[in-house]
T-cell receptor, first 116, second 112 residues
């Protein structure tokens, strides 16, 4: 399996809802990433997990809560989001997340999130 | 701060012609430079990358050149085809951090 998968593909939620985004890879990669992408903009890094431990949090608001239950799975828990959080949320993985980062990052198809 | 600048933001070429997209980076320690292609509604997909121990890499119609002295790298697409139409992003790592910084993207349109 050489793909990163994400569910759901689309999500519409109200500002009081709690929802979760899921990401999975079976390539044996030990680094996983969450990115946020607004229309016509590049992906913007949110979180990096390395060997199931959170290694980078790009000052993301606490209404976004990442979780890495095991080396193949990555979740993003959402609570009390704002309309401006509407975006494409991309998961990515790489073999490692060494310093500096030189391993290819492979992206999932993304979850299109709309916050009403 | 560390950043990657990408030009042009939009590029329109006739089918069969060549397209060139350029990026400059600020961290002289950066040593890995990937290019991603993102079609509308799709995921970014790696199309080619280069590491700092080489100056050029080619894969069929796509090539990337790197000038470490000037801190810039370029994507070259020859014999362009309609399916090359997409947004292209360059990226570079920040030394000491486990992250890539992306350029702002180039929307490439191939006119038949």
């Amino acid at each position: 399996d050489t793909e990163v998968t994400q569910t759901p593909k689309h999500l519409v939620m109200g500002m009081t809802n709690k929802k979760s985004l899921k990401c999975e890879q079976h390539m044996g990669h030990r680094a996983m990433y969450w990115y946020k992408q607004k229309a016509k903009k590049p992906p913007e890094l949110m979180f990096v997990y390395s060997y199931e431990k959170l290694s980078i949090n790009e000052s993301v608001p606490s209404r976004f809560s990442p979780e890495c239950p095991n080396s193949s799975l990555l979740n993003l828990h959402l609570h009390a989001l704002q309309p401006e959080d509407s975006a494409l949320y991309l998961c990515a993985s790489s073999r490692t997340s060494g310093t500096p980062s030189t391993d290819t990052q492979y992206f999932g198809p993304g979850t299109r999130l709309t916050v009403l | 701060g560390e950043n990657v600048e990408q030009h042009p933001s939009t590029l329109s070429v006739q089918e069969g012609d060549s397209a060139v997209i350029k990026c400059t980076y600020s961290d002289s320690a950066s040593n890995y430079f990937p290019w991603y292609k993102q079609e509308l509604g799709k995921r970014p997909q790696l199309i080619i990358d280069i590491r700092s121990n080489v100056g050029e890499k080619k894969d069929q119609r796509i090539a990337v050149t790197l000038n470490k002295t000037a801190k810039h790298f370029s994507l070259h697409i020859t014999e362009t085809q309609p399916e090359d139409s997409a947004v292209y992003f360059c990226a570079a790592p920040i030394q000491g951090a486990q992250k890539l910084v992306f350029g702002q993207g180039t929307r490439l349109t191939i006119n038949p």
